[in-house]
C-alpha cells in the first residue's frame, strides 16, 4: 500500500480539462474587454472611479437594485459617520447579520458594486446583509479603510440583535474584502473576547501583503488581476511601507500566529485562473494546522471575482454562491 499523505487536496480540480467551453469563452472575452481600455493607474482613482460606475469602462456598469437601502453607521472619528448598504431577506424575516467588505484592490469600488450578488446573499441566507463603503487609497491608505471595517463590525456586534433581528453572525468579503474581513475578524476576537462568529466566508483573498505568493509571480493571462495590477494597489493602500512592516500580521494576516486565536470556521473560495489561487491554498491549510476549521473549495477556470459577475457568464458563479449558501446553512443555529 502506497504512503498515504497527511495533507489532503482534490488536485483533479486544477485540471484544465475540467475547463468548460462556456468558461473559456468567457474568459476570452474578458481578457480582450480588459485590453480596450485603460487601467485604473493610468488615469487615476478618482477619475477611474466615476468611469467605472457609470459604465465608461469597458466593463458595464453596476446594477443598482431599488430594494438596497443606504444607511450610515458611527466611526471613531467625531462628525464622520461610515456609509453602508443593506439587503434585507425577501422573505421580511432575519435571523441576523451577514457582514460583507467589498473588493477593489484597497482602491477601487464601493458597497454600491454588488447588490445582485448581495440580495442573493440575503435571500438565501435568511440574513440582513450589511456592506461596509471603507475609505479607500490613496487617498486614505492604511489603516484608514481597516478601521471603518472594525468600526461596523464592534457596531455590529453591539447592535444588530436590537437592529436586524439577530446577532452578527458571518463576515465574508471578495479579493481584498477578504483580506479586510479576516483583518476585521482578528480584531474582533480581541476587542469583543465574548462573541464569536458562525463563520467567514474568503472569497479569493490577498492574505501576504509584503511579497505575495508565488502564483501572484507566475500569472501571466491578463485575465482580470495580475502582479501589475497588484503591485499598483499595493503602493496606493501601503505607500512607503518595507516588506518587513508589510509582514506585520495586522496587514499581512497570512503571518498571524493563528494557535494564539479562537479561530471561527472559514470558506476559502478560489477559481483556478486566479493569481491569488495560493493564498487560498496556503492560508486555508495554515487555518487547519492551527486547529481551526477549513473548508476550500476551488472553481476550474473561474477568474478572479467570478462571485458577482453575471451568472450566464460561467456555470462557476452560481456553483460558488450555492456553496456559500450551504456553508452559511451548515454554521447558522
Known sequence: MPLKSDLAITA?????????????????????????GPKWYEVGAAKYRPMRWNGETPFPAPKVLDRGKNI??????????????????????SKGVFYHIHGGGWVLQSEA???????????????????????LAPEDPYPAGNEDC????????????????????????????AHLSVCTAFELLQTRPKFAFR?????????DLAGMLPAAHLFDLGLILDKDIMDHYLDAYLPGKSEKEKRDPKIS??????????????????????PLLDDSIMFCTRWVMAG???????YPGAPHGFNFFPLEGTEQTQIVLDDIATFVKDHSP
Open 150 to 177: 472594525f468600526d461596523v463590525g464592534q457596531w455590529l456586534v453591539d447592535n444588530a440583535e436590537k437592529k436586524y433581528g439577530g446577532p452578527l453572525q458571518f463576515v465574508s468579503g471578495d479579493s481584498a474584502g
Open 72 to 93: 450610515t453607521l458611527p466611526s471613531r472619528n467625531s462628525g464622520r459617520e461610515i456609509p453602508c448598504r443593506v439587503f434585507a431577506p425577501s422573505s421580511g424575516q
Open 12 to 36: 483533479s480540480k486544477l485540471d484544465p480539462g475540467l475547463v468548460t467551453e462556456q468558461t473559456k469563452k468567457f474568459n476570452s472575452n474578458l481578457i480582450a474587454l480588459q485590453k480596450s
Open 253 to 274: 494576516p497570512f503571518f498571524a500566529d493563528l494557535s494564539k486565536l479562537k479561530l471561527p470556521p472559514a470558506l476559502f473560495t478560489c477559481g483556478t485562473l486566479d
Open 199 to 207: 463563520g467567514l466566508v474568503l472569497n479569493f483573498g490577498c492574505y
Open 292 to 298: 481551526g476549521e477549513g473548508v476550500l473549495k476551488l
Open 113 to 135: 458594486f454588488q447588490d445582485p450578488m448581495l440580495a442573493h446573499y440575503a435571500d438565501s441566507t435568511g440574513l440582513t446583509v450589511v456592506s461596509v463603503g471603507y475609505r
